[in-house]
Nanobody
Protein backbone atom coordinates (compact mmCIF):
# COMPACT_ATOMS: atom_id res chain seq x y z
CA UNK A 1 0.00 0.00 0.00
CA UNK A 2 1.30 3.42 -0.95
CA UNK A 3 -0.26 6.82 -0.39
CA UNK A 4 1.37 9.86 -1.98
CA UNK A 5 0.11 13.36 -1.21
CA UNK A 6 0.66 16.45 -3.30
CA UNK A 7 -0.66 19.97 -3.68
CA UNK A 8 0.53 21.66 -0.51
CA UNK A 9 2.23 25.03 -0.45
CA UNK A 10 2.16 28.59 0.79
CA UNK A 11 -1.12 30.49 0.42
CA UNK A 12 -2.46 33.78 1.75
CA UNK A 13 -5.36 33.86 4.20
CA UNK A 14 -8.62 33.52 2.31
CA UNK A 15 -6.97 31.56 -0.47
CA UNK A 16 -7.53 28.02 -1.72
CA UNK A 17 -5.55 24.85 -2.25
CA UNK A 18 -6.43 21.40 -3.49
CA UNK A 19 -4.58 18.44 -2.02
CA UNK A 20 -4.40 15.11 -3.82
CA UNK A 21 -3.55 11.66 -2.54
CA UNK A 22 -2.69 8.98 -5.08
CA UNK A 23 -3.24 5.47 -3.72
CA UNK A 24 -1.86 2.16 -4.91
CA UNK A 25 -1.41 -1.38 -3.73
CA UNK A 26 -4.98 -2.06 -2.65
CA UNK A 27 -8.53 -1.99 -4.01
CA UNK A 28 -9.04 1.73 -3.53
CA UNK A 29 -12.76 1.72 -4.32
CA UNK A 30 -13.45 -0.67 -1.42
CA UNK A 31 -12.10 1.53 1.38
CA UNK A 32 -13.01 4.74 3.12
CA UNK A 33 -10.30 7.38 3.05
CA UNK A 34 -9.33 10.11 5.50
CA UNK A 35 -7.34 13.32 5.65
CA UNK A 36 -5.57 14.23 8.88
CA UNK A 37 -3.42 17.21 9.77
CA UNK A 38 -0.82 18.00 12.37
CA UNK A 39 0.15 21.52 13.33
CA UNK A 40 3.43 22.27 15.14
CA UNK A 41 3.21 21.30 18.80
CA UNK A 42 -0.25 19.78 18.40
CA UNK A 43 -1.66 16.28 18.10
CA UNK A 44 -2.64 14.86 14.74
CA UNK A 45 -6.29 15.74 13.99
CA UNK A 46 -8.85 14.02 11.78
CA UNK A 47 -10.02 16.57 9.22
CA UNK A 48 -12.32 14.70 6.84
CA UNK A 49 -13.54 11.21 5.94
CA UNK A 50 -15.15 9.92 2.77
CA UNK A 51 -16.92 6.60 2.28
CA UNK A 52 -15.65 4.03 -0.20
CA UNK A 53 -18.22 5.03 -2.80
CA UNK A 54 -17.92 8.75 -2.12
CA UNK A 55 -21.54 9.19 -1.10
CA UNK A 56 -20.88 10.07 2.52
CA UNK A 57 -18.40 12.44 4.09
CA UNK A 58 -17.70 13.92 7.50
CA UNK A 59 -15.66 16.89 8.66
CA UNK A 60 -14.21 18.32 11.83
CA UNK A 61 -16.26 21.33 12.89
CA UNK A 62 -13.44 23.80 12.27
CA UNK A 63 -13.41 23.12 8.50
CA UNK A 64 -17.11 22.56 7.79
CA UNK A 65 -18.29 24.77 4.96
CA UNK A 66 -14.72 25.49 3.84
CA UNK A 67 -13.19 22.10 2.98
CA UNK A 68 -14.56 19.41 0.67
CA UNK A 69 -13.30 15.84 0.47
CA UNK A 70 -13.90 13.92 -2.74
CA UNK A 71 -12.57 10.89 -4.56
CA UNK A 72 -12.15 9.53 -8.07
CA UNK A 73 -12.16 5.76 -7.86
CA UNK A 74 -11.18 5.46 -11.52
CA UNK A 75 -7.97 7.36 -10.72
CA UNK A 76 -7.40 5.87 -7.25
CA UNK A 77 -7.17 9.39 -5.88
CA UNK A 78 -8.73 11.26 -3.00
CA UNK A 79 -8.81 15.05 -2.85
CA UNK A 80 -9.20 17.76 -0.25
CA UNK A 81 -10.40 21.09 -1.61
CA UNK A 82 -9.60 23.80 0.93
CA UNK A 83 -11.19 27.22 0.55
CA UNK A 84 -11.20 30.33 2.74
CA UNK A 85 -7.99 29.18 4.35
CA UNK A 86 -7.02 30.55 7.73
CA UNK A 87 -3.70 30.75 9.53
CA UNK A 88 -4.91 28.04 11.89
CA UNK A 89 -5.14 25.64 8.94
CA UNK A 90 -1.34 25.65 8.74
CA UNK A 91 -0.21 22.06 9.23
CA UNK A 92 1.19 18.99 7.57
CA UNK A 93 -1.71 17.19 5.90
CA UNK A 94 -1.71 13.40 5.72
CA UNK A 95 -3.72 10.92 3.71
CA UNK A 96 -4.78 7.79 5.63
CA UNK A 97 -6.30 4.41 4.89
CA UNK A 98 -7.03 1.39 7.05
CA UNK A 99 -6.64 -1.66 4.83
CA UNK A 100 -7.34 -5.15 6.19
CA UNK A 101 -6.89 -3.88 9.71
CA UNK A 102 -3.58 -2.09 9.11
CA UNK A 103 -3.02 1.64 9.18
CA UNK A 104 -1.32 3.34 6.25
CA UNK A 105 -0.17 6.95 6.03
CA UNK A 106 1.24 9.10 3.30
CA UNK A 107 4.39 11.12 3.78
CA UNK A 108 2.44 14.34 4.31
CA UNK A 109 2.29 17.65 2.48
CA UNK A 110 2.90 21.01 4.13
CA UNK A 111 0.21 23.67 3.98
CA UNK A 112 1.20 27.12 5.20
CA UNK A 113 -1.35 29.92 5.38
CA UNK A 114 0.38 33.25 5.84
CA UNK A 115 0.46 36.76 4.45
Amino acid sequence: VQLVESGGGLVQPGGSLRLSCAASGFTFSSYAMRWYRQAPGKERELVATISYGGGRSNYVDSVKGRFTISRDNAKNTVYLQMNSLKSEDTAVYYCYASVVGKDYWGQGTQVTVSS
